[in-house]
């Protein structure tokens, strides 16, 4: 029986960072159960009905997506509130929120996985890093198998890994343009729109204080990626992360 909420998760994924970010940062205590892409699916029907992560299993619901745990989290637990309690920044807030989920975090998935289907290893440490050494490679066998069909399925191109990275640089260009004074997206105070910008550019940033950071050693070809988004908006998601993310919280599992 689950007596505190347990989210269902990949351990290397901006979107499921979201999640976890929220969580940590209401101080929510739960535990979190790792699964692995291409090898989720069954369980994930079984339980929520459809096949995508982060899932959070509390008080007896099923809530996918992240954007949908984050309500539920802000009904739940006000305390330490992410949504803004005026009515027209709480507007914009959401507002940043989905553009970040819709226009910029697919782009960002897409990338690393186009950089990644060059480099199964450091998927396979990526997503099986609390595994052991032969798991690990056994992943890797089935990354390499499965490549071209990963490939197909995302439309990863060099035409649309272009665009992808047309859309990042647009959307850290609007973080650079459109940030408040006082740093933050909207308003004054730390909201759901400077976390959901900084959580989905997480794995460009490399942040110190992100507590996934995608395994040593990079392949050059990552560094090259993130090195090419170097400027104002990354910098601005590392300050972010290093005010906002803490230690997070007490918790079972990766």
Known sequence: MITVPQL?????????EKARWALDFKGIPHSRRTVLPGLQTKELRRISGQRKVPVLLMDGRVIHDSTHIIA???????????????????????EWEEFFDEEVGPCVRDVMFYIGMSNT???ARCFAGHRGFLFQKFYQCLLLMSRKKTRKYLNLTPETFKRNCDKIRAGLARIE????????????????ADLSAAALLSPLAK???NPHQPPLPYPQ???????SFEGPGLEWVRDIYATHRGMGVKKQGD
Not at 8 to 16: L, T
Not at 221 to 227: A, E, F, K, R, S
């Open 207 to 209: 942040s110190p204080h």
């Open 8 to 16: 269902i998760q990949f351990r290397f994924s901006h979107f499921n």
């Open 221 to 227: 070809d990552y560094l090259d990626l993130t090195h």
């Open 121 to 123: 290893g450091f998927v």
């Open 72 to 94: 539920a989290l802000e009904e739940k637990h006000p305390q330490l509130p992410l949504y803004p309690s005026d009515e027209k920044l709480k507007k914009q807030a959401l």
């Open 177 to 192: 343009k459109e940030q408040q004074p006082g740093g933050y997206l909207v308003g004054d105070a730390f909201s759901i």
